[in-house]
């Protein structure tokens, strides 16, 4: 699947990249790393990289505007993500050849060129992999998105890193591309003291099931209170692994300005991805996250998790 994807990027002059809605590091540095491949072997591509620009992690790249003249005799490279109607900023309908690359499991079929592989660390691990494997240069700028990306979704690795693929992978990264590691902590993990109180507010107001199900409502009153907006919670929901009898948590947002409540959930042995592809939203089978209508559907969300924490507990104790 590695050389007919190469096929298809040497066919197209023009390359459009894109990932999913809510860019994360994972996803805009695979999506940029790609784009600076290509670039660096193929100098006469024109390659885009599309989707809401993120503005705390312009680190990673450039993104452009979709126009019409770039669907035109284009290939859509879609990264990072497994059901269409999720892709961010592209009409996915209008492109002749679609590439998929993705770690997260299958919703939607892209095309006959996927390269799906779940028990990849990050999408950025399978770009790496796919340069090697093809003998592509990783520039230096490249090297160090992919990393960013590998630590962001095994959250410094203390999930989904149990292969020596992701170490080697790290390893050429520092001995090759000559990336810096503890000079790139600094742009995933730097944040403002507004978001550590908000994180005490989380930790202070979370009510626990007797399954071991975590929640707590924000509502933009409280957002207001800490000076943080409704995007400031993903950073922080990672740091509720490890808990003593908490299995599953999940954090609901009042989003004013969208007319949403954002949810955002981890699970560190529930299954929960289905659940949420329920109520339009989805991710990882731990993670994941969506954007309800009212806080009545989180009180929803809030006694189906809780059935699965129970039926999760019985299970692990036969
Ligand atoms: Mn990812």
């Known amino acids: 699947m590695e050389e007919k994807i190469l096929e298809l990027i040497k066919k197209y002059k023009k390359i459009v990249i894109a990932r999913h809605v809510g860019g994360d590091p994972d996803a805009l540095g695979a999506t940029f790393a790609l784009k600076e491949i290509i670039l660096e072997n193929f100098k006469e591509k024109q390659v885009y990289v599309v989707g809401a620009s993120i503005s705390k992690f312009k680190f990673f790249g450039t993104h452009d505007k979709m126009t019409n003249e770039m669907y035109e005799d284009a290939v859509l490279i879609a990264i990072d993500i497994p059901d269409i109607k999720r892709l961010d900023g592209v009409d996915f309908y209008k492109f002749k050849d679609v590439i998929k690359i993705d770690h997260h499991p299958e919703i939607d079929k892209f095309s006959d060129n996927e390269i799906i592989d779940i028990d990849a660390s990050s999408a950025c691990e399978l770009i790496a992999r796919i340069a090697y494997n093809l003998n592509l240069k990783i520039p230096k ?67 626990v099931t007797q399954n071991g199900l975590g929640y707590v409502k924000i509502t933009d009153k409280d957002l207001r209170e800490y000076g943080v907006d409704s995007a400031s919670i993903g950073s922080i929901m990672n740091n509720y692994n490890f808990i003593h009898r908490l299995i599953c948590w999940v954090v609901f947002t009042e989003d004013v300005k969208n007319g949403v409540i954002r949810t955002s959930a981890r699970s560190r042995g529930v299954k929960i991805n289905k659940l949420f592809e329920q109520y339009n939203g989805g991710g990882h089978i731990y993670a994941c996250g969506a954007k309800l209508k009212d806080f009545n559907e989180a009180e929803e969300i809030i006694d189906k998790l809780d059935e699965l924490c129970r039926q999760y507990n019985k299970d692990e104790l036969q």
Do not use: C, Q
């Open 141 to 207: 700028h490249a090297a160090e998105n992919i990393f960013m990306g590998i630590v962001a979704d095994t959250n410094r690795f203390l999930f989904g890193a149990n292969k020596a693929e992701t170490y080697k992978i790290i390893l050429k990264l520092i001995e090759e591309e000559h990336i810096k590691p503890n000079e790139l902590y600094e742009i995933l993990y730097k944040r403002t003291l507004a978001e550590v109180r908000l994180e005490g507010f989380i930790s202070l107001n979370m009510k």
